[in-house]
C-alpha cells in the first residue's frame, strides 16, 4: 500500500481500534489521544477537524460523534487540554473555559443528525463521575433527554432559582438534586461551580455527576441543573448519562 494512502487511513484506523473494544478493555486515553493526535493537528494545520466533527484549538475543545450504535444522535464536547474529568482541579480554576457553554453551543449538531429541530428543554449535558466512566479524558455528552425525565422536571418549575434542592428527585432508585437556574445561554458561575456550592461537592467533586437540561419556564428560557452523589453500596455510581435518551427518543 503506497506511504500517501496508509496516512490518511491511520487516523481512521486508529479510531476504529481505540472505540470499538468492550468497554471493559477500552482505552482509557482513547479519546484524549483522538484529539491531540488527529482533530488538533489537523486544526491548527488548516486541514479542517480531522475526524472530530469541530475543533476550537484556541478555545480550547473538540467535538467528537459518540461511536456507540446505540447512541446514533449523542456527540462529546473534549477539552484539548490535558483534564482528566469531573474531579480535576482545572473545573474550579478560575478562568477555566466554561465546557458546558460549549457543549450547549453544539446543540445544532444533535438536531441535524436526527433530520429534526426541536426546543431548548429535550437538550442535555451530562458528565459522569469516574465510577461511571471508562475515558481518563473530561468528555461531556450532548444529546437528548429522556422524556420521562423532562416531564418530570417539569413540576419543579416553581422552585427558587440558583438554589440547590434536597436529593429528591429520584431517577429509578438514584437521588438527584436540582437547581433551576435562568437565561438563555451558561453563563459564570459554571455548572461546576454551582456543583462547588454544595459543601460535600467542592471537598469532593469526583463523587458526583451532573447534567444541565435546558427548560423554559413561561416566556423565559433557562436550565435545570441535576447532581447525583456516588454511592456504590446502593447502586449508584454516578452516571447523570442514565437521564439521556440514547437514540433521542422525542415524540
Known amino acids: ?15 476504529l481500534l481505540a472505540l470499538a473494544a468492550p468497554a471493559a478493555h477500552a482505552d482509557p486515553d482513547a479519546l484524549w489521544k483522538i484529539v491531540h493526535r488527529n482533530c488538533v493537528p489537523a486544526a491548527e494545520a488548516g486541514k479542517g477537524s480531522g475526524i472530530c466533527a469541530r475543533v476550537d484549538p484556541a478555545a480550547g475543545w473538540a467535538l467528537l460523534k459518540d ?74 455528552h450532548v444529546g437528548c433527554v429522556r422524556p420521562g425525565v423532562r416531564a418530570a422536571l417539569t413540576t419543579r418549575a416553581g422552585m427558587p432559582v440558583d438554589v440547590w434542592s434536597a436529593p429528591d428527585f429520584l431517577y429509578g432508585q438514584h437521588p438527584y438534586r436540582v437547581m433551576r437556574a435562568l437565561g438563555r445561554e451558561l453563563v459564570r458561575p459554571t455548572p461546576f461551580q454551582r456543583l462547588a456550592e454544595l459543601p460535600t461537592a467542592r471537598a469532593d467533586m469526583g463523587g458526583y455527576s451532573l447534567a444541565v437540561v435546558g427548560a423554559r419556564f413561561g416566556t423565559e428560557p433557562g436550565f435545570y441543573l441535576l447532581a447525583t452523589a456516588a454511592n456504590p453500596e446502593h447502586g449508584n455510581p454516578a452516571g447523570a448519562e442514565e437521564l439521556m435518551a440514547p437514540a433521542c427518543e422525542l415524540p
Open 67 to 140: 461511536n456507540s450504535p446505540e447512541k446514533p444522535q449523542q456527540y462529546l464536547l473534549i477539552p484539548t487540554a490535558r483534564v482528566t474529568g469531573i474531579e480535576d482541579k482545572a473545573v474550579l480554576a478560575p478562568h477555566a473555559p466554561d465546557w458546558f457553554a460549549d457543549a450547549w453551543a453544539a446543540r445544532d449538531l444533535v438536531a441535524q443528525r436526527l433530520g429534526r429541530k426541536f426546543g431548548r428543554s429535550w437538550v442535555i449535558l451530562a458528565i459522569n463521575s469516574p465510577t461511571a466512566r471508562t475515558q481518563e479524558q473530561l468528555h461531556i
Open 1 to 15: 500500500m503506497p506511504a500517501r494512502i496508509r496516512l490518511l487511513l491511520a487516523p481512521l484506523l486508529f479510531l
